[in-house]
């Protein structure tokens, strides 16, 4: 295919570097084919498919927030439920003091020992509800990772797996 275009210095180059015109342009045209079909049926499957995982990733994150969100609810309840308990034992302290001016030294001794009963009771309490909901929270953040973790690399885990990254997210969340 000698045309009147390919004559001149890029005819004469391109017959020095042994250009086959009507081969050349067959691979562009199947070049082109090919490119466009990758684009269509592939491409755009694959792009979808990154999206999809993008938009799971950002919803893990935003229940990882949440759950932040929640320990720190919990947080200041266990607090604010610790300083009631102290300010009621604080109360009942002072009450049992003002009982023990007027009582003899026997019934003073029964009323602060049990003052501070209910006291260790309170903290005790407290300590055991601060420890549940904090054992709640591991759980669910644990369940959260693994499900996310499950569903990101797309393979279904093992037990060995749930309890390795269980024991991990406790760790952090611990730390």
Same mark, same amino acid.
């Given at each position: 295919?000698?045309?009147?275009?390919? #004559? #001149?210095? @890029? #005819?004469?180059?391109?017959?020095?570097? =042994?250009?086959?015109?009507?081969?050349?342009?067959?691979? $562009? @045209?199947?070049? #082109?084919?090919?490119?466009?079909?990758?684009?269509?049926?592939?491409?755009?499957?694959?792009?979808?498919?990154?999206?999809?995982? &993008?938009?799971?990733?950002?919803?893990?994150?935003?229940?990882?927030?949440?759950?932040?969100?929640?320990?720190?609810?919990?947080?200041?309840? /266990?607090?604010?439920?610790?300083?009631?308990?102290?300010?009621?034992?604080?109360?009942?302290?002072?009450?049992?003091?003002?009982?023990?001016?007027?009582?003899?030294?026997?019934?003073?001794?029964?009323?602060?020992?049990?003052?501070?009963?209910?006291?260790?009771?309170? &903290?005790?309490?407290?300590?055991?509800?601060?420890? &549940?909901?904090?054992?709640?929270?591991?759980?669910?953040? =644990? &369940?959260? %990772?693994?499900?996310?973790?499950?569903? %990101? +690399? =797309?393979? @279904?885990? +093992?037990?060995?797996?749930?309890? /390795?990254?269980?024991?991990?997210?406790? /760790?952090? $969340?611990?730390?």
């Amino acid at each position: 295919m000698n045309l009147i275009m390919f #004559g #001149g210095i @890029i #005819g004469d180059t391109a017959r020095e570097f =042994g250009v086959d015109w009507p081969h050349f342009i067959a691979q $562009v @045209i199947s070049f #082109g084919l090919v490119a466009f079909l990758l684009h269509r049926f592939a491409y755009k499957r694959v792009v979808d498919m990154l999206e999809e995982r &993008r938009q799971l990733i950002a919803e893990s994150m935003a229940n990882a927030d949440k759950m932040k969100d929640e320990l720190a609810k919990a947080e200041s309840q /266990r607090q604010e439920t610790l300083q009631q308990a102290n300010a009621q034992a604080v109360k009942l302290i002072e009450e049992a003091r003002a009982a023990a001016a007027r009582v003899q030294e026997q019934e003073t001794q029964k009323a602060i020992a049990a003052a501070e009963q209910i006291i260790a009771k309170a &903290r005790e309490a407290a300590a055991a509800d601060h420890a &549940r909901m904090l054992a709640e929270l591991k759980r669910e953040v =644990g &369940r959260l %990772v693994v499900q996310t973790t499950a569903t %990101v +690399t =797309g393979k @279904i885990l +093992t037990p060995e797996d749930h309890k /390795r990254l269980a024991e991990e997210t406790a /760790r952090q $969340v611990s730390a």
